[in-house]
């Protein structure tokens, strides 16, 4: 017997011992206390022993004082209701109750409920003060009046080990505020934020740091409404995770809310168990240091894959990712254009899915340099293609954008290039499922306007936009990622089909930089708006489909696919650019790019 439920033992039977003389005492003198007590000792122990194993059936005994609640009070209740009547009855039997007062089995009952439940209500207390005392928490308001938010407060107040202190909560409407949840007042309400800004500073002796989203029904515009007032008061702002993911080993994890997750339109719910297919296998993830693909590594990890192998070129790019992610990893410094290491890191790990995100995407840099996109946007994913063919992997997915729609530059070309490469060659293909991922904008990834305005914002501006009427589709990156992970798993009609991610309206740049003013707190009038110009190679807008593209629905929402093959290339085309392209001879690789795609389009302001 473990040696704490042996002392807990002994200590509650010394308790209804003693509390059967003390009832006795309280009726009657001591001389007739102590008689009747030589007389009914045997009654006593019978008690005894009858609450211990009630106790132990109740599982008492297995709980621990620290978290003493309303659960043992009431176990303790029925143990001493059941062995108070057990007694009465037995005396009855015995002695028609006769020299026993009547108010006995009352007095019984009171002393032995508070001598039992005293101890661990001082023992829970002292321990809270302790703790408290000890450890430095970190006062947060929370949001939301829901069951989740009771949870928190619950869990907070009786995990040892959690790092906050709730000292106040923000409701869902005005009419809650006042009321308390376990003690945690009610302070404001989400619809009047603003007017809590005057009040804050009888909240602010509470010395608040953080505010925590514990309700997921809040509605986006009440996230941005908490993202300003956050800004504005100097404090951070997290959100609880997904019931589903609170499973770790640390229940009081919560994600930051960054600009993005505010910008970007009303996220959709997905089922996880459509990602359910990537637990316990291999994935290998190319350019895992750029924006998409380590969002796409941080999210495979949850999943908790066999082995997760992260390719990418940039040393500190590769360190970075890593900062944040867990499990069994494998990292590797490698080249996507360096065919032998590729080809053996694929036959080596046995991938059983290969996301290739790698990709030179800067329009500006690109344009100067076309031989670097056919090189890395072309060259290496044709010959990676190939190697996932040849070592039977099972699946490829390839990450492409809009701008290979219509293309107007080097980048969005090469994209294209690659996915009509990729529908051609997934033909003759009959062990690996080729998939191309189609999608625009990701708002925070590299190369996105948001950091960009942040950091002029910040200045006091002037923010730099190229155009008046130029618009752009956006998504966060973390949705974006989360509907590749999903279509990776999506039944499709044919090898090499195209799935493009629906991402709403686009949205006009200048109207995205005026509302990126107001989140940060600044004042429209204060910041100013410059237009630079379109730069070589860019669109006023983007297209996510082509004008030939016969597009249907897929099982799942957000996610649309093509099977169209428009403005066909000849194998023997490509097999010509990739060894003008191993040659380095640029002028023929480039003419013949152009040739290969009728689709380009030259004038870019239509």
Not at 560 to 582: E, M
Request: net charge positive.
């Amino acid at each position: 017997m473990n040696k704490k439920i042996f002392i807990t033992i002994i200590h509650d039977f010394l308790i209804f011992f003693l509390s059967f003389f003390i009832a006795l005492l309280l009726r009657l003198d001591w001389n007739q206390s102590l008689s009747l007590m030589n007389s009914l000792w045997s009654f006593c122990i019978l008690y005894a022993f009858v609450n211990i194993f009630l106790l132990h059936y109740y599982g008492l005994y297995h709980g621990i004082w620290r978290y003493a609640s309303m659960h043992e009070i009431t176990s303790i209740f029925k143990s001493i209701t059941i062995s108070t009547l057990i007694i009465i009855l037995s005396f009855f039997l015995i002695f028609r109750l006769e020299s026993i007062p009547r108010s006995f089995p009352v007095l019984l009952f009171i002393v032995s409920l508070f001598g039992v439940t005293g101890p661990r209500i001082f023992y829970r207390f002292l321990k809270d003060k302790i703790t408290k005392d000890i450890i430095k928490r970190i006062p947060v308001f929370i949001v939301g009046d829901s069951n989740s938010s009771e949870s928190f407060i619950r869990l907070t107040k009786n995990q040892k080990n959690s790092p906050y202190h709730v000292i106040g909560i923000i409701g869902d409407k005005p009419s809650s505020i006042g009321r308390r949840i376990h003690n945690v007042p009610i302070l404001a309400s989400i619809l009047d934020i603003d007017l809590f800004n005057s009040g804050l500073g009888k909240a602010k002796k509470l010395v608040a740091q953080k505010i925590i989203i514990t309700d997921q029904s809040i509605k986006p515009e009440s996230v941005e409404k908490l993202y300003v007032f956050a800004k504005k008061n100097g404090l951070a702002l997290g959100v609880l995770p997904k019931l589903s993911n609170i499973n770790s080993k640390d229940k009081f994890a919560t994600n930051p809310i960054a600009i993005e997750d505010v910008l970007g339109r009303k996220q959709k719910v997905h089922n996880p168990e459509l990602l359910k297919d990537i637990f316990n296998k291999v994935i290998i993830v190319t350019g895992a240091g750029g924006s998409i693909g380590s969002e796409i590594c941080r999210q495979i990890t949850l999943l908790k894959p066999k082995m997760l192998v992260l390719i990418e070129e940039n040393e500190f790019a590769l360190y970075k990712v890593l900062q944040n992610l867990k499990g069994n990893l494998s990292p590797i410094l490698a080249d996507v254009r360096d065919y032998e290491k590729i080809n053996s890191l694929i036959k080596q790990y046995k991938p059983d899915i290969v996301f290739h995100a790698a990709a030179l995407k800067h329009i500006t840099f690109v344009e100067e340099d076309p031989m670097e996109a056919l090189k890395t946007n072309f060259f290496a994913t044709s010959k990676l293609c190939e190697i996932c063919k040849s070592h039977d992997v099972p699946k490829f997915i390839f990450i492409s954008t809009d701008k290979a729609v219509y293309p107007s530059n080097i980048m969005g070309g090469s994209k294209r290039l690659c996915e009509k490469f990729i529908q051609n060659f997934s033909v003759s293909s009959n062990t690996t499922k080729f998939l191309i991922v189609r999608f625009g904008n990701v708002l925070g990834s590299t190369g996105s306007v948001v950091p960009l305005f942040q950091e002029q914002i910040k200045r006091g501006g002037p923010i730099t936009i190229t155009d008046p009427k130029v618009t752009r589709y956006f998504m966060t990156i973390r949705e974006a990622v989360e509907l590749v992970l999903i279509s990776s798993q999506l039944e499709t009609k044919k090898n090499g089909e195209i799935l493009i991610l629906e991402m709403g309206k686009p949205i006009l740049i200048k109207e995205l930089a005026k509302r990126m003013v107001d989140l940060l707190g600044q004042k429209e009038n204060e910041i100013k708006i410059v237009y630079t110009g379109l730069r070589k190679g860019e669109k006023l807008s983007e297209q996510l489909f082509f004008n030939e593209e016969k597009i249907s629905k897929t099982s799942v929402e957000g996610i649309v696919s093509t099977t169209d093959k428009i403005f066909n290339v000849d194998t023997s085309d490509y097999n010509s650019l990739i060894s003008y392209i191993q040659k380095n001879e640029t002028k023929k690789a480039i003419d013949k790019f152009k040739k290969m795609l009728p689709e380009y389009k030259l004038d870019v302001k239509d």
